[in-house]
T-cell receptor, first 110, second 113 residues
Framework: QKEVEQDPGPLSVPEGAIVSLNCTYSNSAFQYFMWYRQYSRKGPELLMYTYSSGNKEDGRFTAQVDKSSKYISLFIRDSQPSDSATYLCALSGGSYIPTFGRGTSLIVHP | GAVVSQHPSRVICKSGTSVKIECRSLDFQATTMFWYRQFPKQSLMLMATSNEGSKATYEQGVEKDKFLINHASLTLSTLTVTSAHPEDSSFYIC?????????FGEGSWLTVV
């Protein structure tokens, strides 16, 4: 079992839909949880960062962490075609060296 | 947020030559930077951890004599791919920590012909 599991997709949704992206993990030592967006042929861009269970909201994005279930989610409201990208979850413990999911490819079609 | 700059964004080199990629933290000091390689439709593969003023720590399976890493200052790390071959063609990305948050460079596409 990999430390971090993430469905690669692709996930295709219509414009305006609510998108749910998820990762599960097995290492309870992970304390920091991040979501990155990566457009094709570009470096990952930090979207959300959290270190506790619960929800964190930033504009159309909401990050959710459930440490008891070892499950993290990223929700995108009112999805736009410009949200089409690969979304990577990243988790780290005290060393700050993150473990990445393999990324979920999201396609938002008009 | 913090900015990490990577240069060049794209480079083509001949087989057998060496190429250097620079990674700079523009608005913060980074004692540690990371170098990744990414194949198409794959996740990031950590190659090495670059430590300012000391030797880099390489991941298992990464040839340290082929991928030379230098971290001479708190804002600059370089990756040199030596005696490049076509199989080294890939997307190379650096990152740096600012506090507990990791920021990535824009990435460098290397094509070896």
């Amino acid at each position: 079992q990999k430390e971090v599991e993430q469905d690669p997709g692709p996930l295709s949704v219509p414009e305006g839909a609510i998108v749910s992206l998820n990762c599960t993990y097995s290492n309870s030592a992970f304390q920091y949880f991040m979501w990155y967006r990566q457009y094709s042929r570009k470096g990952p861009e930090l979207l959300m960062y959290t270190y506790s269970s619960g929800n964190k909201e930033d504009g159309r994005f909401t990050a959710q962490v459930d440490k008891s279930s070892k499950y993290i989610s990223l929700f995108i409201r009112d999805s736009q075609p410009s949200d089409s990208a690969t979304y990577l979850c990243a988790l780290s413990g005290g060393s700050y060296i993150p473990t990445f999911g393999r990324g979920t490819s999201l396609i938002v079609h008009p | 947020g913090a900015v990490v700059s990577q240069h060049p964004s794209r480079v083509i080199c001949k087989s057998g030559t060496s190429v250097k990629i620079e990674c700079r933290s523009l608005d913060f000091q980074a004692t540690t930077m990371f170098w990744y390689r990414q194949f198409p439709k794959q996740s990031l593969m950590l190659m090495a951890t670059s430590n300012e003023g000391s030797k880099a720590t390489y991941e298992q399976g990464v040839e340290k004599d082929k991928f030379l890493i230098n971290h001479a200052s708190l804002t600059l790390s370089t990756l040199t791919v030596t005696s490049a071959h076509p199989e080294d063609s890939s997307f190379y990305i650096c990152s740096a920590n600012s506090g507990n948050t990791i920021y990535f460079g824009e990435g460098s596409w290397l094509t070896v012909v």
